[in-house]
């Protein structure tokens, strides 16, 4: 009796991360707009838009006066890296500047920040890149 209750915790406790990480999944999806962190991105005038679909797909689309640069790649997320605790998105073939494993800082249904802690190469040597969203 003790073995059936024991591993129906276990079973609970299972599901209850899965169901954990489809949650951040499913708050990721859609379009959101990348806040500037310097007066240097205000100025420019650029508006960078990241959309994330429900089949991995990430598209970003910069917007300038004069012109609109998209990308495309992939994204996929995990709920572990080495040790470290959280929630995580791997980009990748979306460009070598945005390539890469970035932490889930904050996620809601109106905010995402996310901090790069990997370049593309697995690298973390000058990786740091933090990008703040709010939801479209």
């Known amino acids: 009796m ?7 915790f276990i079973a609970i406790f299972i599901l209850s991360l899965a169901s954990c990480q489809k949650s951040k999944q ?3 999806l859609g379009t959101w707009v990348n ?5 240097t ?3 420019s005038g ?4 990241w959309t994330f679909d429900a089949s991995s797909n990430l598209i970003v689309e910069e917007t300038g006066s004069d012109t609109v640069i998209t990308y495309n790649g992939i994204y996929s997320m995990s709920s572990k890296n080495m040790g470290m605790s959280g929630y995580f998105v791997q980009i990748t073939n979306v ?3 945005l390539d890469g494993k970035y932490q889930i800082k904050e996620l809601d249904e ?3 920040s996310l901090h790069r802690i990997e370049l593309a ?3 973390t040597t000058a990786a740091f890149l933090w990008r703040e969203f709010i939801k479209k």
């Not at 650029?46 to 838009?49: A, F, G, H, M, P």
């Open 26 to 28: 499913t708050k990721i």
């Open 121 to 123: 190469d697995g690298s």
């Open 110 to 112: 109106s905010k995402l």
């Open 2 to 8: 003790n073995n059936i209750i024991k591993y129906t």
């Open 35 to 39: 806040q500037p962190m310097s007066n």
């Open 41 to 43: 991105t205000e100025v």
């Open 95 to 97: 460009s070598s500047l």
């Open 46 to 49: 650029i508006e960078q838009l």
